[in-house]
């Protein structure tokens, strides 16, 4: 049976003043407040009967309050529904002693003269016919408020009793400002995310009540206890479930949290209702902070691209688009993982409203929601080509060249693979010692996300903070549904040449075991002494135009006598401009190694080195090596997983030699993400935000 057909619901809201010193402030709004929501029709629809469903006053009594209560249980008798009962005012009872609402208008009166608030509770969810009883007690120590337990489960109706108690402190608490109330009543108004068609006194309820109010604990206590004809009980409908079809929850709380910010007592809830606002405050300082005034502006922008992009999305790729692809557009516009894990799957809207609230803006460009059209244009196989409805779309909000990149860097994807790519950057601190991991999550040349570990002292400091980063990359794989298995590892020269990054241990297997390692130089991430920047990106750009060259068949090879010194090599590079070579050696010098490979690195950021000392028979070496160029350095991987894996050379032998050698390779791929990061603003990849990560 929908809530539509349920029998009516009544309701009986009592706030009781106290006189004088212990008067309550807001009491009388926070009760009219809470009472409009509950009789709202599209929110709590209880029937309002007016004086018999609000009741307000100083010395109320207790004979007043009981008659009350008995007349609105009557009611619910006879309709056959629930009773929602509230009771704000003060509370007194010792420890362990049951809750006394206030009735007298008198602290510290007689208890005859105030209500025994578990005694109410227990008579009233025991009244014969009454379908369900929803509790909110906002006193001090209303824990006390919860019936006995016996009174509950086998009292007159022999525990055939729905019943959910909203209390608004514990039992030895006190509480403050009228929070449950105030703070429920709004909750009401905003609606609740992903808490379904209803809201209920249940974990979600509680959660967001516990984050808004500060300074005391509000608690719950539930039971259910007969087959009754209806819904499950509930407190009010969703508004965010149902925001007059046009607004979804994330979108609703998006302005909700603003208007509240702008003014406590404002109520806007529709696209239309906050445009009128605006227009009627545009002349006027009332309502809020300018600051405030200004971040309700950007909502509204937020609102009108968020509903122009979820239209021209769901024309466009609504019948191509699964719950799966939709998750997958959500990773490929760089959504936080917490957001797209969530279950059940996130829906169109709410990938839409989180990318245009969430997203973050900058001078009125919303880089997050181009970044998911650009990703649902890739995932519902479009390749480069716009549908022409999102044309106009990219072109009425000025997001088109933003479309066009992001979806330029998705489909780039190299060796033909469609999969996640990690990139894991290792910076020293001047020496020897890696002191951190710079995680980076690619899908073709995108950047998805990214974080920052810090690492401990020596090898096992290095190999955990490796292991961890590996560990983060892995859900975002699964969403992609594909095996991570390409990744980038930079190291500065000394961390690069004294220890083999695809050796290291990673969850008890080397890493090149499982993954297949390319090793990079980090001087184009951090320049060494005397170089900028851009001068190592500029050895990059003349290193690929040399590979690209038709009569580039292979690395440049140097002997013995050009490495005797670090003198002699400098010498012999004079000779070549920067970046026309990748450079390779059969055997390593025997002194200064670290200086030399620090000259030859900077001088082009692509060498070829001996896995050990030197290699057994440099000519087979050289031969494979110009054999293989093409398919350099993937096939280096290859050939030293085939080696670990004791295949040797039996299988290739024009392979085997590759897994004796090294490299530090620069490739389009390195050299784009390198350019990338020298154009973004210098911080620590935890700080950016999910839109400067996409």
């Known amino acids: 049976m929908t809530a539509a057909t349920n029998p009516p619901r009544n309701v009986l809201v009592v706030g009781a003043q106290c006189e004088g010193g212990a008067r309550l402030e807001g009491l009388e709004d926070a009760a009219r407040a809470l009472h409009a929501v509950l009789v709202d029709p599209k929110l709590g629809g209880c029937v309002d009967r007016g004086g018999d469903s609000l009741i307000i006053g100083t010395n109320l009594g207790r004979s ?25 005012g003060h509370g007194e009872g010792a420890q362990g002693a049951p809750l006394y609402f206030v009735t007298s208008g008198k602290k510290n009166a007689p208890s005859l003269s105030n209500v025994n608030v578990p005694s109410l509770l227990g008579d009233t969810l025991n009244h014969p016919g009454l379908n369900g009883l929803v509790a909110i007690v906002d006193t001090c120590l209303s824990g006390g408020a919860v019936p006995a337990t016996p009174v509950v489960t086998a009292g007159r109706q022999e525990g055939n009793v729905r019943f ?4 608004a402190a514990t039992a030895q608490e006190e509480a403050f400002d009228m929070r449950l109330s105030t703070e429920l009543a709004r909750l009401i108004e905003e609606g609740l995310p992903d808490a379904g068609d209803f809201l209920k006194v249940d974990d979600d309820l509680m959660e967001q009540l516990r984050e808004r109010i500060d300074g005391q604990q509000p608690g719950r206590s539930i039971f259910d206890g007969g087959p009754c004809v209806g819904d499950a009980l509930w407190l009010a409908r969703n508004r965010a479930a149902f925001l007059n079809g046009t607004l979804g929850s994330i979108a609703s709380k998006a302005l909700g949290d603003v208007v509240r910010r702008v003014d406590a007592n404002l109520r806007l809830s529709t696209e239309d209702q906050l445009a009128a606002w605006l227009k009627g405050n545009e002349q006027t300082n009332s309502g809020g902070s300018w600051a405030a005034v200004q971040r309700l502006r950007e909502v509204q922008a937020e609102l009108e691209a968020g509903r122009k992009t979820l239209n021209v999305v769901s024309k466009a790729f609504g019948p191509d688009l699964t719950e799966d692809s939709v998750r997958l557009a959500g990773m490929l516009a760089g959504l936080p993982l917490h957001f797209l894990q969530h279950e059940p799957p996130r829906t169109l809207r709410d990938v839409v409203e989180y990318a245009a609230h969430h997203g973050g803006t900058a001078a009125g460009h919303h880089r997050a929601l181009a970044h998911l059209v650009a990703a649902m ?21 000025e ?107 990673v969850r008890k297997q080397k890493l090149a075991v499982n993954y297949t390692v390319t090793t990079r130089w980090s001087g184009l991430l951090t320049p060494p002494p005397g170089a900028t920047v851009d001068d190592m990106l500029q050895v990059g750009e003349q290193l690929l135009a040399s590979l690209d060259d038709s009569n580039c068949c292979g690395p440049k090879w140097l002997h013995v006598e050009q ?26 010098p025997e002194s200064d190694w670290d200086f030399v490979a620090q000259e030859l690195l900077e001088h082009t950021p692509a060498l070829v080195w001996p896995r050990q000392k030197d290699v057994s028979d440099e000519q087979v070496t050289q031969a494979s090596v110009g054999k293989h160029w093409q398919a350099l350095p993937q096939q280096i991987a290859h050939a030293y997983r085939k080696h670990l894996s004791g295949a040797g050379q039996s299988h290739d032998d024009d392979l085997g030699p590759l897994a004796a050698v090294r490299a530090a390779w620069h490739d389009e791929d390195w050299h784009a993400f390198c350019r990338r990061r020298a154009r973004a603003v210098v911080r620590a990849p935890d700080e950016i935000a999910s839109k400067e990560r996409a």
Do not use: Y
């Open 563 to 588: 490495l005797r010194s670090v003198d002699h090599l400098q010498e012999h590079l004079s000779n070549h401009g920067f970046g026309q070579h990748v450079w390779a050696l059969t055997s390593l």
């Open 164 to 167: 959910s108690l909203l209390f």
């Open 377 to 397: 244009v890739h995932v519902t196989g479009h390749g480069a080509q716009l549908p022409a409805d999102v044309v106009l779309w990219a072109q009425d909000l």
């Open 399 to 505: 997001l088109t060249p933003a479309v066009n990149s992001r979806l330029r860097e998705l489909n780039h994807q190299s060796h033909g693979e469609h999969a996640p790519r990690l990139v894991l950057v290792l910076a020293d601190d001047g020496g020897e010692s890696v002191v951190r991991v710079d995680a980076w999550l690619l899908f073709g040349r995108a950047v998805l996300g990214s974080r920052r570990i810090s690492c401990g002292i020596g090898d096992k400091g290095l190999k955990s903070a490796m292991d961890e980063a590996i560990a983060w990359a892995k859900p975002w794989a699964n969403i992609a549904e594909q095996r991570l298995h390409r990744i980038d590892v930079a190291a500065p020269t000394l961390v690069l040449l004294d220890s083999p990054l695809e050796e290291h241990v």
């Open 64 to 88: 007043q309050v009981h008659g009350a209560v008995e007349k609105a249980a009557q009611l619910a008798q006879r309709d056959g529904g629930p009773l929602i009962l509230a009771l704000l």
